[in-house]
């Protein structure tokens, strides 16, 4: 599966579940951790609904073969669904940063992008939308760094656009290889 149909699964999620409201509440309020847990539930979700078993922080995993919410300190690891060695690689990685600071916000993409999957995400919340294109040059030159050999996706809620949640509210841009910066997704 690719980025897009990822992110499809995403916004089906979005909208076919309780977290809508919550999400949407949070973002308004600013109160960020129930933001990152809603939106970890939502993550979890799509990949769920394409088929991956999910480690994901505030749920048990048994996927490998000791007990743990989050696998290498990541917010959500994905891995193949059905039989499988005990000792299995994840296939997608996902970070949710709700802190402001860009450097935090940064070191997120820097974990997943340590990560040997076949694309990782990282989740971001600004106040502004202003504020969006602020952080892009700031991520781009992490990617820039360490050349991953994986594709990403940033996707980025803002509090301005929580009227229009979640379309209007959640962002997503994917690394463009050739023009070495983040490009806004269609879709």
Same mark, same amino acid.
């Given at each position: 599966?690719?980025?897009?149909?990822?992110?499809?699964?995403?916004?089906?999620?979005?909208?076919?579940?309780?977290?809508?409201?919550?999400?949407?509440?949070?973002?308004?309020?600013?109160?960020?951790?129930?933001?990152?847990?809603?939106?970890?539930?939502?993550?979890?979700?799509?990949?769920?609904?394409?088929?991956?078993?999910?480690?994901?922080?505030?749920?048990?995993?048994?996927?490998?073969?000791?007990?743990?919410?989050?696998?290498?300190?990541?917010?959500?690891?994905?891995?193949?669904?059905?039989?499988?060695?005990?000792?299995?690689?994840?296939?997608?990685?996902? #970070?949710?940063?709700?802190?402001?600071? +860009?450097? @935090?916000? !940064?070191? =997120?993409?820097?974990?997943?992008? *340590? &990560?040997? /999957?076949?694309?990782?995400?990282?989740?971001?919340?600004?106040?502004?939308?202003?504020?969006?294109? #602020?952080?892009?040059?700031?991520?781009? +030159?992490? @990617?820039? !760094?360490? =050349?991953?050999?994986?594709?990403? *996706? &940033?996707? /980025?809620?803002?509090?301005?656009?929580?009227?229009?949640?979640?379309?209007?509210?959640?962002?997503?841009?994917?690394?463009?290889?050739?023009?070495?910066?983040?490009?806004?997704?269609?879709?």
């Amino acid at each position: 599966m690719d980025v897009q149909e990822w992110y499809e699964a995403f916004r089906r999620q979005v909208r076919r579940n309780p977290w809508a409201d919550g999400l949407r509440e949070a973002a308004l309020t600013g109160t960020l951790g129930r933001w990152t847990a809603l939106l970890t539930e939502v993550v979890a979700g799509a990949c769920e609904e394409l088929g991956l078993k999910v480690a994901a922080r505030g749920q048990d995993s048994r996927i490998l073969p000791i007990l743990r919410q989050e696998y290498l300190g990541l917010d959500v690891l994905a891995f193949p669904k059905g039989e499988s060695p005990r000792w299995v690689k994840p296939v997608l990685a996902f #970070e949710l940063e709700n802190s402001q600071k +860009e450097e @935090v916000i !940064a070191y =997120a993409l820097w974990k997943v992008c *340590m &990560v040997r /999957v076949a694309w990782g995400g990282v989740f971001c919340y600004r106040r502004e939308p202003e504020q969006v294109g #602020e952080i892009l040059p700031t991520l781009a +030159e992490v @990617v820039q !760094a360490l =050349a991953p050999d994986m594709e990403l *996706m &940033v996707v /980025v809620g803002t509090r301005n656009r929580a009227e229009d949640f979640p379309d209007g509210f959640f962002r997503p841009y994917r690394w463009d290889v050739n023009y070495k910066r983040f490009r806004l997704m269609g879709g």
